[in-house]
């Protein structure tokens, strides 16, 4: 079985701070991982996926996530927020398949940017 | 269009009624997800279709819910009997090969 625990449902963050959120997995199975926005009103979009290959991940705008298996963690960080990155934001994992399929979500972490 | 594709984008129904809910993936995507997303959650897997038929089905909370495939293209949800639990915005998702899933913008249920 996997799980996902994304911790705090809602971040504030000034424009210009860092963006971190936080996700915790749990997995049986080498996991896959992902990161998730959606924008209101909008679907799924992907950030970027873990699929052990490098352990730092580089995804889009800006984002990256780092794996560490000894912390069973997959966080999300971003240097520099911008007002276009409110929006809800969720962690996944998989089994070890280059397939989304089956996505076990975390609950997700809303984040407010205030100018 | 160039994503995946849901109808309708609301539907408001009476507890009882049967819905049915719309699909249409990316043009020659092999795969197609249902999830479902309740107030304040992640998305929830429901069903997985490869091709026509379902690979799995493990996700469906009972047998009021049923979904189609009939042709591995357009897929069909539907709810029977709806009860206020049901409501919720159900997404879709397609994928080729490579695996990444591409969601549509959902259809949010609302069950009165």
């Known amino acids: 079985a996997q799980s996902v625990t994304q911790l705090g449902s809602h971040v504030s963050v000034s424009e210009g701070a860092l963006v971190l959120l936080r996700c915790n997995y749990s997995s049986s199975v080498p996991p896959y991982l992902f990161w998730y926005v959606q924008y209101p009103n909008q679907g799924l979009q992907l950030l970027l996926k873990?699929?052990?290959?490098?352990?730092l991940v580089k995804g889009i705008n800006g984002f990256e996530a780092e794996f560490k298996k000894s912390e069973t963690s997959f966080h999300l960080t971003k240097p520099s927020a911008h007002m276009s990155d409110a929006a809800e934001y969720f962690c996944?994992?998989?089994?070890?398949?280059?397939?989304?399929?089956?996505?076990?979500f975390g609950g997700g972490t809303r984040v407010l940017v205030k100018p | 269009g160039a994503g995946v594709s849901q109808t309708p984008s609301n539907k408001v129904t009476e507890k009882g009624k049967y819905v049915e809910l719309r699909c249409d993936p990316i043009?020659?995507?092999?795969?197609l997800y249902w999830y479902r997303q309740s107030l304040g959650q992640g998305p929830e897997f429901l069903i997985y279709?490869?091709?026509?038929?379902?690979?799995?089905d493990s996700g469906l909370p009972n047998d009021r819910f049923f979904a189609v495939r009939p042709e591995g293209s357009v897929s069909t949800l539907k709810i029977q009997r709806t009860e206020r639990g049901d409501s919720a915005v159900y997404l879709c998702?397609?994928?080729?090969?490579?695996?990444?899933?591409?969601f549509g913008e959902g259809s949010r249920l609302t069950v009165l």
């Open positions: 996944a994992v998989s089994g070890p398949s280059a397939a989304g399929n089956k996505l076990t």
């Open positions: 279709f490869q091709g026509t038929g379902a690979a799995d």
């Open positions: 998702a397609s994928s080729s090969d490579d695996g990444e899933l591409f």
């Open positions: 043009s020659g995507h092999t795969a």
């Open positions: 873990y699929t052990s290959a490098a352990t």
